[in-house]
């Protein structure tokens, strides 16, 4: 659980992942000779990152559907030697949130992913965090949920705070940047990247937010989305915050 971390600490993901993972498969290269990989390679070579990657089932790729089950196992032993990279599912797809599913629903979606995710990194049940699309959150699924070794879901980074928990949960969410609720706890996403790089945050303000919220929380918690990651300014950003969390001795978690 989370308060088993030593704080303060960092956790770091990316959303909306499958193209990346579907381009190194049709090209049958290396994974880290893809541009995405590369780029998660390097961030943790030099800043000892843990990344987690949340992952779409199925996404309309150049006119064509397709879904992990077209992922190639080729670079299994990568993931099984790396086990910094951790993978976890996030939904169907962009347009089929799980809010808008029924519980039996989304836990047959999550049972596909997952399946997928072993046959092709031989790595089960990685993550321990988990954001839903569009920051769902299934507290109905808890007992499923610890089956596949999550503790904590994100909710959103927006003012809302969360969208289906009461108030005094939200006070408490918002106080402490946690909250326990139907046997599951609950994280807020502090921030985005994009968001940051899109309101021209300078560094010192970028810098001047983390600090705010190891002081309010002694942990931060940030996110982007795969297709950010082709946006040379939120790639100096992370690094950015990479870097000021390593020298501030932060953990990854």
């Not at 893809?34 to 998660?40: A, C, E, I, M």
């Not at 810098?207 to 996110?223: M, P």
């Not at 939120?234 to 990854?252: A, H, P, W």
Request: glycine fraction near 2%.
């Amino acid at each position: 659980m989370l308060q088993d971390y030593k704080k303060p600490f960092y956790h770091f993901s990316i959303d909306d992942v499958i193209d990346s993972l579907i381009q190194v498969s049709d090209s049958s290269s290396d994974l880290f000779s893809n541009y995405f990989f590369q780029f998660l390679e390097m961030i943790h070579n030099k800043y000892d990152v843990k990344i987690d990657l949340y992952c779409f089932y199925q996404k309309n790729i150049q006119n064509k559907l397709r879904n992990l089950t077209e992922v190639s196992d080729q670079n299994k032993n990568i993931f099984i030697n790396n086990p910094w990279l951790r993978l976890g599912p996030h939904a169907l797809d962009y347009d089929s949130p799980p809010y808008a599913q029924s519980p039996d629903q989304q836990i047959d979606i999550f049972d596909s992913i997952y399946d997928e995710i072993e046959r092709f990194t031989g790595n089960p049940l990685t993550c321990e965090f988990l954001r839903l699309h569009f920051f769902t959150e299934s507290y109905e699924l808890s007992d499923y949920f610890r089956t596949k070794n999550i503790h904590s879901l994100f909710t959103t980074d927006k003012p809302d705070i969360a969208y289906r928990l009461d108030d005094d949960m939200k006070s408490i969410l918002d106080s402490n940047g946690h909250v326990e609720f139907n046997k599951i706890n609950f994280i807020r996403s502090h921030f985005r990247i994009e968001t940051l790089v899109n309101e021209n945050y300078s560094d010192s303000e970028i810098c001047k937010l983390i600090e705010n919220c190891l002081s309010k929380n002694s942990f931060v918690t940030f996110l982007t989305h795969e297709r950010e990651l082709v946006r040379p300014k939120v790639r100096t950003t992370i690094e950015l915050i990479l870097m000021y969390l390593k020298d501030n001795k932060v953990m990854s978690v």
